[in-house]
């Protein structure tokens, strides 16, 4: 089963958003319409890769004024 992001449109006319998982594109638009809305865009749902994702807080920019205490400490 994939993840799928989608936009789609109710019987008002109002846009809703969500994620949800199929086994196809097409079995995600089915399952939406299934739901009385009409889908406008299904895009597969990124899955964020790498080691820097899984550890919160890893991958941010370390600041200037932190790099000059650590420098001047060692």
């Known amino acids: 089963m994939t993840k799928f992001n989608y936009t789609a449109v109710n019987k008002q006319g109002k846009s809703v958003t969500g994620t949800s998982e199929a086994a196809s594109r097409d079995a995600m638009a089915d399952a939406i319409v299934k739901q009385s809305l009409r889908p406008v865009t299904i895009k597969v749902a990124s899955e964020k890769k790498g080691l820097g994702s899984k550890i919160e807080g ?3 920019k370390v600041k200037l004024k ?8 060692m």
């Open 58 to 60: 890893f991958g941010q």
């Open 66 to 73: 932190d790099l000059v205490i650590f420098s001047r400490q």
